[in-house]
């Protein structure tokens, strides 16, 4: 999500994605053979009963999440999310984990970061945690210049943003901008707590632990009362659980809608295979090639690069990942175009997902 993201305009066969890392070696990079394994990540893959994980059984699979997804739901947030709990702490063990995620609303009047935030609270082994994320309406990773003449302003909001969510919460954190980046520190040095992504102006969050299970129950719920009276899209995120809880979590709410997330181990030749499996909505992401820009534009500041094979609707895309964009702004899709042989757009993922 910090990183600058294009991808091809047009549906590929898997042949033509392919092609695309044998024009990658004729530039002197190092695609990856089709015969190749690779990790490929799989998304929102939609189904209508867990049990249909079993499609993906021919590959060896790791980090399987159920998703719980609700759309324009209008419920007590401190209901569901106790809910879950109360079945959490029946199943927990060392590996299991559950979070469940409500979207907030920002008062402050902010024009480079989205007024809607995200919260998570969640249930891990031993301890519970909430975890907010900003999002801005562009994305300036560390090192770039763009955007320089705003940065106070985005400062200025984001310490502001953040503010409000720990007013709301009371929780014991302090806020600072020291070298250009909002620096969040508990006064409770005791208690796990962390800050990701504060020197990109894009996605930034903290995460504040707690041993106390109950802790955010009540607090979270006020948050997410910022976002009404309009419905939200709120997602519960299962890991590790046997299927006898997944029954029980699955008894929560009626009108759930259910999907996967996870990697899989696989040749890359395999990827069709895969996207067959998991027709009609979910999505995986491969990759291709990794190199550093340096390789290609020597006078240029170097970054790193990640070529990647995306499927979804049962066709075939192309994706460029970079840390940073080494060229300015309207030179970056031509390049790109250059070396992967296909027209691009400027593509960010969503933060919230």
């Not at 008062?107 to 945690?129: K, N, P, T, V």
Request: proline share 7%; net charge negative.
């Amino acid at each position: 999500m910090r990183e600058r993201r294009w991808e091809t305009t047009t549906p590929l066969t898997f042949g033509q994605a392919l092609a695309v890392g044998e024009r990658l070696a004729t530039l002197g990079l190092k695609p990856t053979a089709p015969a190749q394994d690779v990790i490929c990540y799989v998304e929102e893959w939609t189904v209508n009963s867990p049990d249909e994980f079993d499609q993906l059984d021919p590959w060896a699979t790791e980090d399987l999440t159920l998703i719980h997804i609700r759309e324009r739901w209008r419920g007590d947030f401190f209901l569901l999310s106790g809910a879950y709990h109360t079945v959490y702490q029946r199943h927990q063990d060392v590996g299991t984990y559950c979070s469940i995620s409500h979207p907030w609303r920002i008062r402050e009047g902010l024009r480079l970061h989205d007024q809607r935030g995200m919260f998570w609270i969640g249930f891990r082994h031993a301890h519970s945690f909430i975890r907010i994320r900003l999002q801005t309406q562009a994305v300036i990773t560390p090192g770039e210049v763009r955007g320089d003449a705003e940065r106070a302003r985005w400062l200025d909001e984001r310490r502001a943003a953040f503010l409000e969510a720990i007013a709301v919460l009371d929780l014991p954190i302090e806020t600072h901008v020291e070298k250009q980046a909002v620096v969040l520190r508990s006064s409770d040095t005791s208690i796990p707590f962390f800050c990701s992504w504060p020197d990109a102006f894009g996605p930034c969050q903290f995460e504040y632990n707690t041993p106390d299970a109950f802790e955010f129950l009540v607090p979270a719920s006020k948050l997410a009362e910022t976002f009404g009276p309009e419905p939200a899209g709120v997602r519960s995120y299962l890991t590790g659980f046997s299927e006898a809880a997944l029954a029980e979590f699955e008894a929560i709410e009626p009108g759930v809608r259910y999907a996967y997330r996870c990697s899989v181990h696989c040749p890359l030749d395999d990827l069709p295979e895969i996207l067959i499996a998991i027709r009609p909505d979910g999505i995986l992401y491969a990759t291709l090639c990794e190199f550093q820009t340096h390789t290609l534009l020597p006078e240029h500041d170097d970054a790193s690069a990640i070529i990647g094979i995306v499927g979804v609707n049962g066709q075939f895309k192309i994706e460029a990942r970079l840390n940073h964009a080494p060229l300015p702004e309207d030179a970056m899709a031509p390049w790109l175009e250059r070396v992967i042989g296909h027209p691009v757009v400027y593509a960010p993922l969503p933060a919230f997902v």
